[in-house]
């Protein structure tokens, strides 16, 4: 079992940054391959990006490629998110996920995803 907690979430102006970071419990985290998604009002969750138990291998979104990045700490069983020149359409409430050891292909699908955060919003005003 795994508990997720996000914070970090917030308003900022477009072209701010904020970093999210997502807190797990237990002590399996290294096994984890740890997810961010994000869900805006009207819209499906959509992947953002992931990280597996290393961090070797990353996946970004193309919508958020060079202006996020995901990194996690295996002794602080903590996952980050640094989200840099944020856009009005970055706007959602991103979710942390984890995963127990999935094919990284399929790393970019909720599906592969047995635990989930609460949420926290982020707001990107223009």
């Known amino acids: 079992q795994v508990h997720l907690v996000e914070s970090g979430g917030g308003l900022v102006q477009a072209g701010g940054s904020l970093r999210l970071s997502c807190a797990a419990s237990?002590?399996?985290?290294?096994?984890?391959?740890m997810g961010w998604f994000r869900q805006a009002p009207g819209k499906e969750r959509e992947f953002v990006a992931t990280?597996?138990?290393?961090?070797?291998?990353?996946y970004y979104a193309d919508s958020v490629k060079g202006r996020i990045t995901i990194s996690r700490d295996n002794a602080k069983n903590t996952v980050y998110l640094q989200m840099n020149s944020l856009k009005p359409e970055d706007t959602a409430v991103y979710y942390c996920?984890?995963?127990?050891?999935?094919?990284?292909?399929?790393?970019?699908?909720?599906?592969?995803?047995?635990?989930w955060g609460q949420g926290t919003q982020v707001t990107v005003s223009s």
């Open positions: 237990g002590r399996t985290f290294s096994r984890y391959v």
């Open positions: 996920a984890a995963a127990f050891r999935p094919a990284m292909t399929s790393a970019m699908t909720s599906a592969a995803y047995n635990y």
């Open positions: 990280i597996n138990w290393s961090g070797a291998l990353i």
